[in-house]
Nanobody, 125 residues
Framework: QLQASGGGLAQPGGSLRLSCVAS????????IGWFRQAPGKEREGVSC????????KYADSARGRFTISRDNAKRTVYLQMNRLQPEDTAVYYCAVATRSLIKSSMFATQYYDYWGQGTLVTVSS
């Protein structure tokens, strides 16, 4: 139902664009979040776009470098990642929340109902 892609190997300072295709969801009805999990660490929120007003939220580590966007017609959410750093290395997941989320909850994994399979991003020289 959610297919994430676009991961790979990037050099420090490089860019990648992740895509999340929702084959059975109308993205304008749901909040879509990007999360990541590095080895030995908990899953953390990276960015989220809310369905009600297209409000977005970014983790401090992502703000200014990453941009979330969506194309409702293509049922796709993107995460453009620029100025990548080795600490961005992780498996990145997209997820859908079918309920309304207040901004303080947009990175709360328990509110997300569907998860993609993850795509690995490795940042290394």
């Amino acid at each position: 139902q959610l297919q994430a892609s676009g991961g790979g190997l990037a050099q420090p300072g490089g860019s990648l664009r992740l895509s999340c295709v929702a084959s059975t969801f109308s993205l304008d009805l749901y909040a879509i979040g990007w999360f990541r999990q590095a080895p030995g660490k908990e899953r953390e929120g990276v960015s989220c776009i809310r369905q009600s007003d297209s409000n977005t939220k970014y983790a401090d580590s992502a703000r200014g470098r990453f941009t979330i966007s969506r194309d409702n017609a293509k049922r796709t959410v993107y995460l453009q990642m620029n100025r990548l750093q080795p600490e961005d290395t992780a498996v990145y997941y997209c997820a859908v929340a079918t309920r309304s989320l207040i901004k303080s909850s947009m990175f709360a994994t328990q509110y997300y109902d569907y998860w993609g399979q993850g795509t690995l991003v490795t940042v290394s020289s």
